[in-house]
């Protein structure tokens, strides 16, 4: 981040200290800070140690009291290359959520023409409050970066998430920002997701327990870094925040197939991360199936199309990156899965783990590579997991 122009913006929580570090760290790393603190900010921590560590005056008024000077929020938002929100309260979230502009944070968060990262801080129950999570969901439509909070102590004393995450993982998050825009401009993209539902009249299916969390959080990963995304999503009820992907709304495990082909005619990489059923009723009944006097039933099952096989059979020079959910011998399994479907690299998850797998927001993965490679990660946040994932593929992509 060597002479990038960073807006700091801090607002009033006991997080703000934590600001001090963040702060720190961003001078050392060479870029260039500008501190913009709400009122309620200079509570928790003054402008004069913000000052001395970012060897420039903070912000705070839309005057300077003595000399009557305006400060310019929309010069700001010309100067920065990047805008980062730490500590945000939920009352700052959701000023910027709505455009409530009685700061000179918010203010100038409007103004902004650059990428604005917010890395919220605040109790668990503030934090899941449904306005909260409704004023975050705004914010990420709006193309806002989310650092999520920590699960941890808090200062009220009680235990749970909304503790701003440590400066260094903010700080990390900036770097990947400034290596990885645009990055990926120019390349194709499919990613699958989801479950597939394969109808046994028309009431009942067969299905699995997928969210599409895993999938949906790699495609907007991909789409972050510039990449030309088509997302294929099994039935879901998630929506996607960056409005340039393209998404192909399938059902069944058949239309998977059919529509990932077609859009992975022309694509340099394939991430597999549905949960394809991998076999269907053999027909599926026009009318409801009545249960009178029918105390067995037998339902017959016919295979599914492999996807990840078929794109295996005819590579070419696309990059196939597989899942393999399992639940015993994983890397042995995930190893043949690998062998078998022709793929490149195969992301291991584990349904022994309480931190991976279906609808959890967090997952942890190995990553298999052809040559044998095995990188293992921590439990992240799916989409953390996603930006690994996208980093190993780029990797191979950009050489
Ligand atoms: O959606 P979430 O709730 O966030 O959960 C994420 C997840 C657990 C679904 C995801 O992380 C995951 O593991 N996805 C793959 C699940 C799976 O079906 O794994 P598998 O081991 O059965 O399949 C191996 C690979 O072949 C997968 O890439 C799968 O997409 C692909 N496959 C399988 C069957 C089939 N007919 N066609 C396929 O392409």
Redesign the pocket.
């Known amino acids: 981040m060597k002479g990038k122009h960073i807006v700091l913006g801090i607002s009033g929580g006991i997080a703000a200290y934590k600001a001090a570090y963040l702060l720190r760290l961003l001078i050392k790393r060479g870029a260039e800070v500008q501190v913009v603190i709400t009122p309620n900010g200079k509570e928790f921590i003054t402008p004069a140690t913000l000052a001395a560590l970012s060897g420039k005056p903070v912000v705070s008024e839309f005057f300077a009291a003595n000399t009557g000077e305006w400060h310019s929020h929309v010069d700001l938002g010309i100067w920065a290359d990047l805008m980062v929100v730490a500590p945000a309260t939920a009352s700052t979230i959701g000023k910027m959520a709505n455009g409530i502009a009685d700061n000179m944070l918010i203010t100038t968060y409007l103004s902004a023409k650059e990428q604005v990262m917010v890395a919220p801080a605040m109790d668990l129950d503030m934090w899941r409050h449904p306005s909260t999570q409704r004023n975050i969901a705004t914010l990420r439509r709006d193309g806002v970066i989310i650092v999520e909070p920590a699960s941890g102590e808090l200062a009220s004393g009680l235990t749970g998430k909304g503790r701003m995450e440590e400066p260094e993982r903010i700080a990390e998050a900036i770097e990947r920002y400034f290596n990885n825009v645009e990055s990926l401009k120019g390349r194709r993209v499919v990613v ?5 539902y394969e109808n046994i009249d028309p009431v009942r299916f067969i299905g ?10 790699i495609a907007e990963e991909f789409a972050s870094r510039g990449a030309d995304v088509t997302l294929v999503a099994g039935p ?1 009820s998630l929506n996607l925040e960056n409005e340039s992907v393209r998404r192909i709304n399938v059902t069944s ?1 058949r239309e ?2 059919t529509a ?1 082909l077609e859009a992975a005619a022309d694509a340099d990489c394939v ?8 076999y269907a009723p053999e027909r599926s009944e026009e009318r409801k199936i009545k249960r009178e006097g029918v105390e067995e039933m037998t339902l017959r099952l016919v ?9 295996g059979k005819e590579k070419g020079d696309r990059l196939l ?6 639940t015993d011998h994983e890397l042995d ?2 190893h043949k ?1 690998l062998e078998k ?1 022709n ?1 490149d690299m ?4 584990s ?1 022994r783990d309480p931190e ?5 927001d967090t ?1 942890r ?1 190995s990553i298999i590579s052809r040559d044998g490679e095995v990188k293992e990660y921590p439990a992240k946040s ?1 989409r953390e997991v996603a930006a690994d994932i996208v980093d190993a593929v780029t990797a191979r992509l950009v050489r």
């Open positions: 699958t997701a989801g479950p597939t699995n327990y997928s969210s599409g969390k895993m999938g949906f959080a879901v495990a998977m197939h990932t991430v597999l991360a549905a949960a394809v059923a991998d295979r599914n199309p492999d996807i990840a096989a078929s794109l990156v597989g899942f393999a959910l399992e399994n995930a899965k479907k793929l195969i992301v291991l998850n349904l991976a797998g279906f609808m959890k997952n993965i799916k």
